[in-house]
Structure formats: C-alpha cells, structure tokens
C-alpha cells in the first residue's frame, strides 16, 4: 500500500464519520457547556460510561467495539499481554521517548497536536493518558470482554472527534486546510505506526528480542484497536510485514520541519527531565531520544546533545548485546535499564492527573512483575 502526493491530500481530508455524527447530534441537541460536561463525565470514568448516556452515543458505544472484538484472536490477546508483562517498563519508555517524538516529526500534524495540548492541559496530561491507554490495553484481560482497552480506544476517538469540531468550528481562530482535518486518516494510521511496529523496533534498539510470534500478536492487537479508533479498512494492514513498510511510507512522506515539533519536543523533554531528580541526569532524555531518533528527525525536533548523557545511556544499553531475554530477565545492565524505566513508571505514579480522574493505575500483577517480584520479573 503506497501514496503518491495527490492521493495523500485525499486521506488528509477524511475524518471519522461515525464519531463525527456522534459529537454533531450532541452540539445539535445541547449546549457548548452541556456537551463539554457530557465528555468530561466520560473521560473521568475509567470504567464502563454512565447508564444516562444520549441514545446516539449509548449506540456509539454499543456497535463500535463489537467488529473488532469478535476478529481478535484471543490467542494473540494472550500473547501480547505475555509481552508487555516482561517488557512493560521498556515499551513505554519507547512510546515516550521514540513514537511521540516521531508523531511530532510530522509537519503538518504537529500543529493539531499542540492545539490539542492546549485544549487537554498539556503535555503531561497527553503522555499520562497516552501511557495509562496503554496499560488499559496490554493489562491482564485488557482486551477481553470485560477489559478496558477497546472502552479507553472509543473514548479516544470520541474525543478525537470533538477536538476534530472545536477547531474547525472557532471562528476566532479559523483553521488552516492546507494542514487537512485535524486528526485525519493518514495522521491516524501514521499515528498506529508508532503505537505498533515503533514500539517492537524500539525494543530492538534496547537490544530486546522479540519472538516473531509476539511480534505478529502486539501487531494483532493494534490491528483490531486501529479499527476501534476509527480508522478506515484501506489504511490498516493485517500482516506484520506489510503494516511495517507501510508505516516507513508514510514516514517517509510525512516527517518534516515545523516550528509546532519543535515546540512540543521541548516541552516533552522538559516533562521527563522534571520527572528525574536533582541535576545529576541533566541532559538524559534528549541522550534516551537520540539513540531511538534517526539523525534526520533528530535534527528536525532540534534535539540537544549531551555527550556524557549520550556515552552514560550507551553503556546502560549495552554495545549491541541484549539487555533483557524474551521473558524480561537479565545481567546488570537489563537490571540497570529495568530499574530507570521503573523509575519513569513511579514518576507518572506521583503525577498530578486532575481533580476529576482516578490516578495512574498499573495491575498489581503487572508492577509486581516488573519490580522482579512475581512470574514477570
């Protein structure tokens, strides 16, 4: 599946019309204020959305996760959770430090992503979110019946679809269309690529084995959850192989400058070297994104270099030597990389979530297992 120019114009300008419907009877039916109350009310209930729903989005609830949950093996479920069980820690380090920064890279997507900074309190709250999404997914059960992950990706895309409305819709600031839809199709699928083959790429540049056949299960569910999000069937891939040169393409076509990157890379940097103590690691996150970043992206996010950083995070990597084995285990230096990736866990742990949410949730069988003390460690 390739793109030529005038094709990926085309996808820039399709949104999500099933959630977009959903956010349209709402605005059609209550007020600005009636509307944003609704969403919050959702967003705050980490579980199952409130009986009192409206009939459209009881519906949206309803019918939208149904597809995607009857097609995921629950083979794949399984093994994907075996996955993120030995390898959590690491995963989301790389969903930090490598697929956001690789989402900020895209030029004409980076400017959605600050406005929505701005809209949803900043970028501590869309890296909570974004990791807690996760662990919703690749917890114990998360995509099973009763799980959260496919609950937390309709939310997701509800409030995709409400950012897609209020930015198009500010006659104050009216948005530009040459940048397409804010949250369209090809920054979704683009955006899935980095959820998905970024993060097995990422391990590897860990110096992580993953077993093909784990591999091709966290691409399973990604698959599935893609379609949840509201992406369209064109765009997604169901072999492993496939959705990895797809996600090169669009890669290849989509990163490039953009003053908005810059920005929002400088705030995530500043996020996570706030979240490290003292100043003894100053200059750590820039060094854990320049081993993950190509020097082309490197050079677009305006990435600081810090030599000492950079040969002190080379040594706890290894020179090319697995640090973990495929069940999570390892030497010194995996316990080394365990422990700082544990550290970023406990960090978000302690982070401010709001007022009106649950804080950061990890299953206890999970962070026993990362610490080293139950069947994952």
């Known amino acids: 599946m ?3 120019p005038a094709e990926l114009e085309i996808v820039r300008l399709r949104g999500d019309p099933r959630a ?22 959702l967003v705050a209930t980490d579980d199952v959305p409130p009986e009192d729903l409206p009939p459209s989005v009881r519906a949206y609830f309803d019918d939208t996760a149904s597809a995607a949950r009857a097609g995921l093996d629950p083979a794949d479920q399984r093994a994907a959770e075996r996955l993120f069980a030995a390898f959590g820690p690491e995963i989301l380090l790389g969903l930090g430090a490598y697929s956001l920064p690789m989402c900020y890279a895209v030029g004409r997507a980076a400017p959605v992503l600050l406005e929505t900074a701005r809209l949803v309190h900043g970028t501590r709250r869309r890296v909570f979110e974004t990791t807690q999404f996760v662990v919703d997914c690749f917890g114990p059960g998360g995509l099973g019946p009763t799980g959260r992950g496919f609950r937390s990706a309709q939310k997701v895309r509800l409030m995709h679809a409400a950012v897609r409305r209020l930015l198009l819709s500010d006659p104050l600031r009216p948005w530009d269309m040459g940048l397409g839809v804010p949250i369209n199709q090809m920054d979704l699928a683009y955006t899935l690529h980095t959820f998905d083959g970024l993060v097995l790429d990422g391990l590897g540049k860990l110096g992580i084995e993953v077993a093909p056949e784990a591999a091709d299960a966290w691409h399973a569910c990604w698959f599935a959850l ?10 997604l891939c169901r072999r492993r192989d496939d959705a990895d040169a797809f996600g090169a393409h669009l890669g290849a076509l989509l990163c490039t400058p953009s003053a908005a990157g810059r920005e929002l890379t400088a705030a995530l940097i500043e996020m996570f070297q706030a979240m490290i103590p003292g100043d003894a690691f100053d200059g750590l996150t820039p060094a854990i994104m320049r081993h993950y ?4 992206v490197v ?7 810090s030599q000492r950083m950079g040969r002190l995070w080379r040594l706890a990597v290894g020179a090319g030597q697995p640090a973990l084995d495929r069940q999570g285990d390892g030497g010194r230096l995996g316990t080394l990389l365990r422990r700082f990736n544990q550290a970023f866990i406990d960090a978000l742990v302690l982070m401010e979530r709001g007022p009106r949410r649950l804080p950061f949730g990890v299953p206890g069988e999970l962070a026993d297992g990362w610490r080293g003390e139950g069947p994952g460690g």
């Not at 893609?226 to 064109?234: A, I, K, S, Y």
């Not at 970043?293 to 082309?296: A, K, W």
């Open 2 to 4: 390739m793109f030529d």
């Open 20 to 41: 977009d419907e959903v956010i349209a009877d709402l605005f059609a039916s209550r007020s600005l204020e009636a509307v944003n109350g609704l969403l919050m009310r």
């Open 226 to 235: 893609g379609r949840v999000l509201g992406m369209d069937d064109d765009l």
């Open 293 to 296: 970043l190509s020097p082309d």
């Open 299 to 305: 050079q677009m996010l305006a990435i600081p270099e």
